[in-house]
């Protein structure tokens, strides 16, 4: 799973949408409606074939649509978005790929951040109960189209710590999030990208 198709999910994954009440949709919904910008630290793991792939940095979000991550290990790579348009910038390759964000939560979740769009219409939810000190919630999309099979969400007492995405690859990616601040002052322009001189730049559509 590439890190631009997470990215997607985990934007899609941060709205409030209708369902039966329970500890994980509960936490859910506090969650979501918690803050208006944000930003944390996160430890992504990709289990597929051989060993395991661990990856770092740091992500910020801005209700609605805009957000920011920065990986900074095992190498350097953003991903930004302003609410229309979307950055890849790989920096250890010089290479950038742009493009515009289709807001279809069938196509590309990547712009739901704080949509009015009934998303229950494209995924199931389930209480899992609560397991190793989280409470956990399952998405299970509703179209065999999706790429992924199964998405958990683990809450604790401070909010979202754990995301888990079992793709239709046999992949797993988990996302571990700590040291969270809940509306931060964020720098003017950090949803903004201008590719520096000399990088490759590619033109895609993140949607299909």
């Not at 992500?59 to 290990?73: A, N």
């Not at 710590?161 to 996302?175: A, F, H, P, S, V």
């Not at 931060?184 to 990088?199: D, I, T």
Request: contains cysteine; glycine residues 8%; hydrophobic residues 35%.
């Amino acid at each position: 799973m590439n890190c631009a198709n997470l990215v997607s999910f985990l934007l899609f994954a941060l709205i409030c949408f209708p369902s039966e009440a329970g500890p994980g949709r509960d936490a859910f919904d506090q969650y979501v409606s918690g803050f208006a910008t944000l930003k944390a630290n996160f430890i992504q793991i990709v289990h597929g074939d051989g060993d395991p792939e661990i990856l770092e940095g740091k992500v910020y979000f801005s209700r609605p649509d805009q957000f920011r991550w920065d990986y900074s290990l095992p190498y350097r790579q953003s991903i930004i978005s302003n609410g229309e348009e979307l950055w890849i910038y790989e920096q250890d390759l010089d290479q950038v790929t742009h493009g515009t964000v289709n807001n279809s939560p069938e196509n590309t979740p990547m712009l739901l951040l704080g949509s009015s769009e009934n998303v229950a219409l494209y995924f199931d939810l389930e209480e899992l109960g609560r397991h190793s000190e989280f409470d956990w919630l399952s998405l299970a999309p509703k179209q065999s189209e999706s790429q992924y099979d199964d998405i958990r969400l683990g809450f604790d007492a401070e909010g979202l710590r754990i995301m888990e995405l079992q793709d239709k690859l046999g992949q797993t990616t988990r996302m571990q999030f700590s040291e969270e601040e809940r509306d931060p002052v964020l720098p003017s322009g950090l949803f903004e990208f201008k590719p520096p001189p000399g990088v490759d730049v590619v033109e895609a559509f993140f949607g299909e």
